[in-house]
């Protein structure tokens, strides 16, 4: 009996096998700055508590366009002050930062460093992302360098960052591949 009370809730579509998908949050935050292209993933959440700190996924400056196509920013991890570490879409190419953590306190807004249209050149949008930690201090990624820092999201107003939904374009094949293009968090109370 245990077992077959989840069993029907799956299989009437209600089941949750991974605790990181659903939770009740305060406000979405959001930048003007994100690229245009790509879809956005699933929200993801902390299971309980808030974020601490974060990884990027990043693939290194490619060299001159025409021989590499460069993406920038392919991902975004979440690590949550209760150990589990959350990801929505994340891009093919890159590898994964070393996490950077608040010194205390927990995130509570971020900035986007995004790359602006190059038409005919390599496109790679986002490139770099900042956050700010409940102490007052900023982190910033260890991203790339194409564009510059945009505005400031707004900050959560009571708790922290609990959860991310990425927006990330699918391989272009012989196309210009731009990956990670915009981001949004969650506050939770
Ligand atoms: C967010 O909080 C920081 C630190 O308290 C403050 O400097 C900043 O102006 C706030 N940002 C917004 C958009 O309110």
Known sequence: M??????????????????TDA???????????????????HPQFCPSGYVEGFALKVEAY??????????????????????TVIESSVGRWGSW???????????VSFSLRVEERRYLLDDTMANNVRFA????????GLGNLGGH?????????????????????DPQGIWDDTSLNDMRVFCCK
Do not use: H
């Not at 245990?2 to 605790?19: E, K, N, V, W, Y």
């Open 2 to 19: 245990q077992l077959l009370i989840p069993a029907i809730l799956c299989l009437l579509g209600s089941c949750c096998f991974c605790s």
């Open 23 to 41: 939770r009740k949050y305060e406000s979405t935050l959001m930048v003007p700055t994100g690229g245009p292209w790509g879809s956005w993933g």
């Open 62 to 83: 490619q060299g001159f366009w025409l021989f590499y196509d460069d993406t920038a920013l392919n991902g975004i991890r979440l690590i949550c002050s209760d150990g």
């Open 97 to 107: 930062t070393k996490a950077q953590f608040c010194s205390s306190g927990k995130l």
């Open 133 to 140: 930690c409940s102490d007052g201090t900023n982190l910033e």
């Open 149 to 169: 820092f945009g505005p400031w999201s707004s900050n959560c107003t009571s708790g922290a960052i609990c959860g991310l939904q990425t927006k990330v374009q």
